[in-house]
């Protein structure tokens, strides 16, 4: 079952520009992750949050997870060439909480176009 | 340190035939788990092992797949009889367990049936 839909699927930028991706779902998380994955490689985790309504910075990048802990957003400013690849959310799921149940997102291809 | 690895990186097999993916997780890290990635899309969850406990497989899509870990490190995927279906990247991450689940990934296998 897909639990999580990311939006944009698809997004093509110039170098400079700011982007947001979105994380949804109508499913309550008690974590969810960021990770973003380039061609040939697994994903690599960025960031995690697990407070409702947290807010978490990565140099460019900023995380928010939504009050409800349903929903997330990366918001990436002056986007550069290196941000190119697939970024991928997943949560964990509070109802279940065992750790062993990641559910992931469809993800957004992210170009950033020199 | 040394990350997750596994083997082999591409594999080419005919409709079905048998084939072994396997998996080397970071030491020390007891969670294992293993998905597959269709071509630019999101991760599918197939199993799961914590340690010496008994694993969830509620993701595995049919019984022609198993897995099996030794001695709480290697991970071994099997998938009978494949079909072209089968065809994906199949991915391995690791984790130490608790806390909010940080996984690390290998750099898959690319496993193409014709």
């Known amino acids: 079952t897909q639990l999580l839909e ?3 699927q698809f997004l093509s930028i110039q170098e400079g520009e700011n982007l947001t991706v979105y994380c949804n779902s109508s499913s309550v998380f008690s974590s969810l992750q960021w990770y973003r994955q380039e061609p040939g490689e697994g994903p690599v985790l960025l960031v995690t949050v ?6 978490k910075k ?13 929903d997330s957003s990366l918001h990436i400013t002056a986007a550069q060439p290196g ?9 964990n799921d509070a109802l279940t909480n065992t750790g062993n149940q990641f559910y992931f997102g469809t993800g957004t291809s992210l170009t950033v176009i020199p | 340190g040394a990350g997750v690895s596994q083997s082999p990186s591409n594999k080419v097999t005919e409709k079905g035939k048998d084939v072994e993916l396997r998996c080397d997780p970071i030491s020390g890290h007891t969670a ?3 998905y597959r990635q269709s071509l630019g899309q999101g991760l599918e969850f197939l199993i799961y092992f914590q340690g010496n406990s008994a694993p969830d497989k509620s993701g595995l899509p049919s ?16 998938i009978q009889r494949t079909q ?6 199949y991915l391995c991450a690791s984790s ?15 496993l193409t049936v014709t």
Do not use: M
């Open chain 2, 84 to 89: 072209q279906e089968d065809s994906a990247v």
């Open chain 1, 50 to 55: 697990v407070t409702g309504g947290e807010v």
């Open chain 1, 83 to 91: 941000d190119t690849g697939l970024y991928l959310c997943a949560g």
């Open chain 2, 32 to 34: 294992l788990y293993w």
């Open chain 1, 58 to 70: 990565l140099k460019r990048l900023t995380f928010q997870f939504g009050d409800a802990r349903k």
């Open chain 2, 63 to 78: 019984d022609r797949f198993s897995a099996e870990r030794t001695g709480g490190s290697v991970s071994t995927l099997t």
């Open chain 2, 96 to 110: 130490l367990p608790g806390g909010t689940y940080e996984q690390y990934f290998g750099p898959g296998t690319r």
């Open chain 1, 6 to 8: 990311q939006s944009p």
